[in-house]
């Protein structure tokens, strides 16, 4: 125990220092050092990570404390770390899938210039200490300040590209709408604070009877806001697809390994309030379904490469919340982590696509590329094939593992929830097919230019895609292989389990078998249709989820110019035909006032003479009344 306290600070301090470094060093420092700083940092983070990782495996749970982050009367916030199950789990994700993000980038952004080059990589470092800073704290508050951290490098590195006006209006929404969720998570922790008198989780949750029913339903309620803004869930989710803006590893790292899971970690990590509160957790799974079946049908007509993508994660983030909101708190987790290996291996694939295409993202004028830039091929069909939860690839076990706990909870909600799988399959196809088959569909130009990505970056693809076939083996259903869910069992000190099956391993084997009937369905089906496609536009029904529902149209009518009508009332109304006047106002009575008391100053002395007797005679009368 003592050698982990020791040394657990390096976790987040190590990638800390890569940002200072090449932040302060961008101009100074050639790329092969920068790319040394950035990655070797984010390695060794891991490497430590792993070490810890080891530690806790037997159920133990470190608490390092450091000083007194906040000491004011009996508020007292330390500044604190906490390893256990959860929090480590989490380490190797973000340092593990951040190493490989990083080395990716080292080619796919080799053509920036040095000193924007170091800028890259020094708000890539500084967005894993934010997130390392947010899993590892012991409180709600440090959680807090890595939240934040990972929103304000969501902004730097999604207008990273700052001369582009989109890029910047990207960015700053993506800070907006996290901005309104981050409200609800601060009302929750001072709600804590108020009634148990402390944000430290070990505390609060052995403390959890000082809160009565409505207490524990507010704070997870308010919690969950803060969730829905950073895990992009309704309404707070419009944010997400505009993310895009940002370099394809930036996408990669924000979709699989950082900020987007805070909210699901949250809530996990939260797991004694929301189980305490039906209500919250029918909230969650009912939100998180309408996100993922909503997002999922957007992504039907969606033609950007990456868009595709972002409308994906989207609805595999609703997965995790249903998996949440039903009591599977560990196959939430479990989807977190076999999703960051497949995901990350979309979007870099859909980077090495791009990077062959000479920056094009249409799909619409791609086709063709197969037998061109096969390891990307075969990497990103892998990645489709985990997603769509075909056995025995990753997504399989976490997502059956969800649907199980779904049917369990209601056979309503399973269909929905398997509904929302089948459009996963198909969607992912779809852009699979139009891709890489057919005829191409590009220019000349860019059909001499199609060549496979540099080493760098197809040996990650590899490397998760190698992640994303044998990654969930550690959550095998114990139909399968007695004692195979090792990723309950080692959750399970820390977060609540769902409980007993109530359904048999015969229901159980009809659902694997259903699920996977139905998407190999789905597979084939988009194979028909999207095998040898010719670019058409969208008609009818097809148009509106293309326009995305027009959900971000209804914003800007109903939330966007009332807000900037009143603003515009308040400062050409309220400011200046009424504070303007009552400001101006003030000033025209002094100046006029000093005008007519300046007369007095005649420098005539029987003038001076006259005003000294009135006042004497004035005085006098006032003393004779006051006497009566």
Not at 489 to 500: D, K, N, Y
Request: net charge positive; aromatic share 14%.
């Amino acid at each position: 125990m003592k050698n982990v306290l020791q040394i657990v600070y390096l976790i987040p301090l190590l990638p800390l220092i890569g940002f200072l470094i090449n932040g302060l060093g961008r101009k100074r420092l050639s790329k092969s050092i920068i790319s040394i700083v950035g990655c070797g940092t984010i390695l060794a983070s891991f490497i430590l990570s792993i070490w810890v990782f080891l530690q806790v495996k037997n159920g133990n749970t470190h608490v390092a404390s450091y000083f007194d982050f906040i000491s004011v009367g009996s508020l007292k916030i330390p500044f604190a770390f906490q390893i256990d199950q959860l929090s480590s789990l989490f380490l190797l994700i973000i340092t593990g899938v951040g190493f490989l993000i990083h080395v990716y980038s080292t080619s796919y952004m080799h053509e920036e210039k040095t000193e924007h080059f170091g800028r890259y990589f020094s708000f890539l470092n500084l967005f894993v200490f934010s997130m390392l800073l947010l899993v590892m704290g012991a409180n709600y508050v440090i959680m807090f300040i890595g939240w934040e951290g990972v929103g304000l490098c969501s902004y730097l590195l999604i207008g990273y590209w700052f001369k582009n006006t989109e890029y910047n209006k990207a960015a700053n929404k993506a800070f907006i709408m996290n901005r309104i969720g981050d409200l609800g998570f601060l009302i929750a922790i001072f709600w804590l604070f108020a009634k148990t008198g402390t944000v430290t989780y070990g505390e609060v949750f052995t403390g959890v009877g000082k809160l009565n029913g409505s207490d524990i339903t507010i704070i997870t309620l308010l919690l969950f806001v803060g969730a829905a803004g950073k895990s992009a869930q309704i309404p707070l989710y419009t944010w997400l697809p505009d993310a895009m803006a940002g370099p394809t590893p930036v996408s990669a790292l924000i979709h699989a390994a950082t900020m987007v899971t805070a909210g699901i970690y949250m809530v996990a990590r939260s797991n004694v309030l929301y189980s305490l509160s039906e209500l919250s957790m029918n909230v969650v799974a009912v939100v998180g379904l309408a996100t993922a079946i909503l997002a999922a049908t957007i992504a039907l007509k969606q033609n950007d490469i990456k868009k595709v993508l972002a409308y994906s994660t989207v609805s595999q983030l609703g997965y995790m919340f249903l998996a949440l909101g039903v009591g599977a708190y560990s196959a939430g987790v479990f989807h977190v982590m076999t999703h960051a290996f497949f995901k990350a291996l979309l979007f870099l694939a859909a980077g090495s696509v791009i990077h062959a295409m000479s920056g094009e993202q249409d799909i619409r004028n791609m086709g063709g590329l197969s037998k061109k830039i096969r390891i990307t091929y075969i990497t990103f069909l892998i990645g489709c094939i985990a997603i769509a939860g075909i056995p025995p690839f990753s997504g399989f076990f976490s997502k059956d593992a969800i649907l199980l706990a779904t049917y369990e909870k209601s056979p309503v909600l399973y269909g929905i929830a398997l509904f929302g799988a089948l459009l996963t399959a198909f969607y992912m196809f779809r852009l699979l097919f139009i891709t890489f088959s057919g005829g191409f569909r590009g220019t000349e130009e860019q059909k001499h230019h199609v060549h496979e990505s540099p080493k760098p970056m197809t040996i990650v693809l590899i490397v998760l895609a190698g992640l994303s076939i044998i990654g969930g083996l550690v959550g095998i259903p114990e139909i399968f292989l007695k004692g195979g869910d090792k990723i309950s069992e080692f959750l399970s000190p820390v977060i609540a389990q769902h409980g007993e099956h109530t359904v048999s391993h015969s229901t159980e084997y009809m659902l694997m078998a259903l699920s996977t009937g139905l998407v190999v369905a789905a597979i084939i089906f988009a194979w028909i249709k999207f095998r040898n496609y010719q670019r058409s536009e969208a008609m009818s029904f097809g148009k509106v989820l293309e326009n995305k529902w027009y959900v971000d149209e209804l914003y800007e009518k109903i939330i966007v110019k009332p807000i900037n009508w009143l603003g515009s009332f308040l400062n050409k109304t309220f400011e200046r035909d009424i504070i303007d006047w009552l400001v101006n106002g003030v000033g025209r009575v002094v100046n006029y006032g000093s005008r007519q008391l300046r007369l007095l100053q005649s420098g005539q002395v029987g003038s001076y003479v006259l005003l000294m007797v009135l006042s004497m005679v004035i005085i006098f009368v006032i003393q004779f009344f006051l006497r009566k």
